[in-house]
Nanobody, 133 residues
Framework: EVQLVESGGGLVQAGGSLRLSCVTS????????IGWFRQAPGKDREGVSC????????YYVESVKGRFTMSYDNAKNTVYLEMNSLKPEDTAVYYC??????????????????????????WGKGTLVTVSS
């Protein structure tokens, strides 16, 4: 059974930090591109970052670049999202997702060709991050 389980969300003041985790199981971690998405109340889902399967480099959307850091631990099949300098507009439910087609994940994270709503192979249930002003 495939599982992606997010944790680490919570309430934090603006300027604060949180570290999200996504523990995965049931699929070959090395063969998948893993991404973080978020959905704020009343808004569409948006991509945040991803680590590609080909080179295991992290890529970020402009709104979080320099503030968020995505990393992974192969031994634990886990990805992390370190979020610093949080802003109220970062408030959202954060989801991790796994996709076997690398470009499909990248295109969805960065909404290339309007693919921002493309579904991924696997999704977690999300963790809520609330940033107060």
């Amino acid at each position: 059974e495939v599982q992606l389980v997010e944790s680490g969300g919570g309430l934090v003041q603006a300027g604060g930090s949180l570290r999200l985790s996504c523990v995965t199981s049931g699929f070959s971690f090395d063969d998948y591109t893993i991404g973080w998405f978020r959905q704020a109340p009343g808004k569409d889902r948006e991509g945040v970052s991803c680590i590609t399967s080909s080179d295991r480099r992290a890529y970020y959307v402009e709104s979080v670049k320099g503030r968020f850091t995505m990393s992974y631990d192969n031994a634990k099949n886990t990805v992390y999202l370190e979020m610093n300098s949080l802003k109220p507009e970062d408030t959202a439910v954060y989801y991790c997702a796994a996709e076997s087609e690398e470009f499909k994940m990248v295109a969805t994270i960065f909404n290339i060709g309007g693919r921002g709503r493309t579904n991924m192979d696997y999704w977690g249930k999300g963790t809520l991050v609330t940033v107060s002003s």
